[in-house]
T-cell receptor, first 113, second 118 residues
Framework: AQTVTQSQPEMSVQEAETVTLSCTYDTSESDYYLFWYKQPPSRQMILVIRQEAYKQQNATENRFSVNFQKAAKSFSLKISDSQLGDAAMYFCAYRGDNNDMRFGAGTRLTVKP | NAGVMQNPRHLVRRRGQEARLRCSPMKGHSHVYWYRQLPEEGLKFMVYLQKENIIDESGMPKERFSAEFPKEGPSILRIQQVVRGDSAAYFC????????????????FGPGTRLTVL
């Protein structure tokens, strides 16, 4: 079974600085998708960024980028120029052939002004 | 294009009552997924449905829980004889046919229904 591990329950960053959230996963599949979702206090799940495992190039969405290391099964999220609105729970998720998504336990990000 | 809609947003039930949670997928999406989130935890997969079919219910408790996605109308997650342990946020997600690469394997989430069992 696929598992997703987020080893940082909480992270803190100064406004305008850069922070990296870690995620590792375990799978025997060769083709899969990885996601980062943001969950603000409203509890809405918002897709931040996605990565297809067959693509070597790291995905980038404005201030958000990933460092995808397939061999190491690592999928970290980098947030540049952090803003107060980035404060939220961040969940790493894996989706393989069986269509359901496996989520990590989440990392709570605090942004200090 | 309206996003995934869930109602009610908040639902309070007493032990032993039934809870019905509704999910309307995004327009053009025929795949629906239900997840449960306990406090301070990540989302846990419950069930995956297509129109009129349950594809994967491996994450759903064997008793008291059922789900459907009829040909017309929203998907329904039903919890019978609720207990306090059922208190959680229940999220619905939808996607288009997951048969090709590109953007089709992304699940878009609704705002969730927070169920409180007294």
């Amino acid at each position: 079974a696929q598992t997703v591990t987020q080893s940082q329950p909480e992270m803190s960053v100064q406004e305008a600085e850069t922070v990296t959230l870690s995620c590792t996963y375990d799978t025997s599949e060769s083709d899969y998708y990885l996601f980062w979702y943001k969950q603000p206090p409203s509890r809405q799940m918002i897709l931040v960024i996605r990565q297809e495992a067959y693509k070597q190039q790291n995905a980038t969405e404005n201030r958000f980028s990933v460092n995808f290391q397939k061999a190491a099964k690592s999928f970290s999220l980098k947030i540049s120029d952090s803003q107060l609105g980035d404060a939220a729970m961040y969940f790493c998720a894996y989706r393989g052939d069986n269509n359901d998504m496996r989520f990590g336990a989440g990392t709570r990000l605090t942004v200090k002004p | 294009n309206a996003g995934v809609m869930q109602n009610p947003r908040h639902l309070v039930r007493r032990r032993g009552q039934e809870a019905r949670l509704r999910c309307s997928p995004m327009k053009g999406h025929s795949h629906v997924y239900w997840y449960r989130q306990l406090p301070e935890e990540g989302l846990k997969f419950m069930v995956y449905l297509q129109k009129e079919n349950i594809i994967d219910e491996s994450g759903m408790p064997k008793e008291r829980f059922s789900a459907e996605f009829p040909k017309e109308g929203p998907s329904i997650l039903r919890i019978q004889q609720v207990v306090r342990g059922d208190s959680a946020a229940y999220f619905c997600a939808s996607s288009p046919l997951p048969t090709a690469r590109g953007g089709l394997n992304t699940q878009y989430f609704g705002p969730g229904t927070r169920l409180t069992v007294l």
